[in-house]
């Protein structure tokens, strides 16, 4: 039973303080939805998805070199953490957007050279 018994063990350092790091990510796309939300009226239905993608990379880039820039260590992680999730969001709304849909935003011509 002496394997059981954890009353002998001394914690010899005091835990680091939380992260907050499901706070700071469900701020930040509160943020962008918000965003998303304010930019509808701002531009073409067919210019929605590709601004939303620009935005949450930019967005997650910014995260990203705040990240580099914090030189606490739980925090640091965090922040690379809300980064590369952003990141992932945007890959995952990208593959929506349609060929047809960014040819038009282009100004691509239906004429052969």
Known sequence: ??????SQIV???E??????????TA?????????ALAIRNLVPTDALAPVIVTLLFA???????LALLCRAGPFRMA???IA????????V???????EQLMRLCGASDQSE
């Open 11 to 13: 914690r010899t350092t």
């Open 27 to 35: 701020g930040i796309l509160l943020a962008a939805l918000v965003t």
């Open 84 to 91: 590369g999730g952003l990141t992932f969001i945007g890959v």
């Open 79 to 81: 922040w690379f953490e």
């Open 1 to 6: 039973m002496a394997l059981l018994d954890r």
């Open 93 to 99: 709304l990208s593959v929506l957007i349609e060929p």
């Open 59 to 65: 967005v997650g880039a910014a995260t990203a070199v």
């Open 15 to 24: 835990r680091a303080s939380p992260a907050h790091g499901k706070e700071l």
